[in-house]
């Protein structure tokens, strides 16, 4: 009588294959992993393309609309500068880039209300509504104090924009897993 270690030395009855031979070449497991492969790359490549910049975009969209309340004059040049931007060139993949504030071509004076400034010069005010610097000089320099709205902006909603993007990173997080789902 011999035993089962005899009979698989000598390939009789009761061996069984080992290593290599024991699984076909297409088997489930290969498949799962090129699968897995796949599906996290696409996942990577969809958290880049679409979560990051609508992450990025809800935080901008905070500063934005509360940047546009703490303008000063509701009506004018600088409440109708105030603008959101996708800065598409020094954004990267793996970081998105929005720009918030006041457009300095439309509104070049935006940092003498933000700052406070001297006037020197007297103004008057346009039929239009608008006021002027006419070139005629004020006896003594007036100061005109600041009316921040660019610094407390960020002061006041710097934590809910990161708060906004968290909320609209897992909104598309969700979308994209149910996208991808077979």
Known sequence: MANGRNLRRRGGRGTRPSGPSLYQKDTIGINVVSNVT???AALEAGIK?????SAARAGALVFYTEMRQRVPVKSGELFQSIYHYHDDKGSTPNRQ???VGPNKSKAPHWHQVEFGHWQV???VKLPNGRLAATKERLATPKWIPAKPYVRPTWDAKKQAAVTAARLRMGER???LMTELQP
């Open 49 to 53: 393309e679409k979560v990051l910049r």
């Open 38 to 40: 796949e599906s996290l």
């Open 121 to 123: 010069n007297v103004v």
């Open 97 to 99: 880039t929005y720009f």
């Open 173 to 175: 997080l969700k979308e």
